[in-house]
């Protein structure tokens, strides 16, 4: 059986304080796990959630994905501006022209994400998280839409978007030329298995597809998430069924 995306994860150094930030600006509503294992989600539905885990790896440079939130007015895009300062935001510039619409910001802990002007077009059947924006090569894209089977809605100029058949946000990379990886990823996906699944069957799966498997032996398991790297070497974790 097929994986399904069952959260995207943020590596935080202050788990709680993160969630609480993100659930001000997307108004989801959190959860508690174990330990410092904190979790959003959009209540009502079955979409993806956001999990928050604990982690101290230092912030290089950009991350490899960031998040495009959709406005419906300009006045919509001023009031998700504002509150995403209120709780803890702030103005970057990553080398977005002053004539460009959209508005970057980061989060208390350094992550970028977008707040996109009304009318794009791209945009316009997802949601209020648009797109996770990734940096990644057309290979990846192919590999996440056979993983997830999740069709190809966008595969031009080496650029690469997927979207769910239910709709919502979609996953997009850019394409040439992608920054080198350093050190850990901030976020990374989270799949999960129906119970009873093949979990090693699907790990097989995922491998014929591109994927590689941690060589660092007993430690390639993290709670229950086997760990494995996609094309483009980003961390990917795949739960054990239960």
Same mark, same amino acid.
């Given at each position: ?92 510039? &990553? %080398?977005?022209?002053?004539? !460009? ?7 208390? @802990?350094?992550? /970028?994400?977008?707040? $996109? ?22 290979? &990846? %894209?192919?590999?996440?839409? !056979? ?7 966008? @595969?031009?100029? /080496?650029?690469?978007? $997927? ?80």
């Amino acid at each position: 059986m097929t994986s399904q995306l069952f959260a995207i994860c943020f590596r935080a150094t202050r788990p709680s304080d993160l969630a609480r930030f993100w659930s001000g600006v997307l108004g989801w509503e959190i959860t508690e796990g174990p330990g410092e294992d904190f979790a959003i989600l959009l209540s009502g539905t079955s979409g993806f959630r956001i999990r928050f885990l604990p982690g101290q790896e230092p912030k290089t440079g950009q991350n490899r994905a960031h998040f495009d939130l959709t406005s419906a007015t300009p006045e919509d895009q001023r009031r998700t501006v504002t509150r995403a300062l209120a709780y803890g935001g702030r103005h970057i510039h &990553v %080398g977005q022209l002053p004539e !460009e619409g959209h508005v970057v910001l980061a989060d208390p @802990d350094g992550n /970028e994400f977008c707040v $996109i002007e009304p009318g794009n077009k791209f945009l316009a059947d997802t949601g209020f998280i648009g797109a996770l924006a990734c940096d990644g090569t057309q290979e &990846v %894209g192919y590999f996440w839409s !056979e993983a997830l089977r999740w069709p190809l809605v966008w @595969d031009q100029d /080496e650029e690469t978007a $997927i979207q769910s058949p239910d709709g919502g946000t979609k996953i997009t990379w850019g394409g040439p030329p992608v920054a080198p990886k350093t050190g850990t990823n901030r976020l990374s996906f989270e799949l999960a298995l129906p119970s009873g699944a093949d979990w090693q069957a699907e790990a097989g799966r995922l491998i014929s597809l591109g994927a590689t498997r941690s060589e660092t032996g007993k430690g390639d398991v993290e709670g229950g998430r086997m760990l494995m790297f996609d094309p483009d070497g980003n961390e990917f974790f795949v739960q054990r069924p239960r």
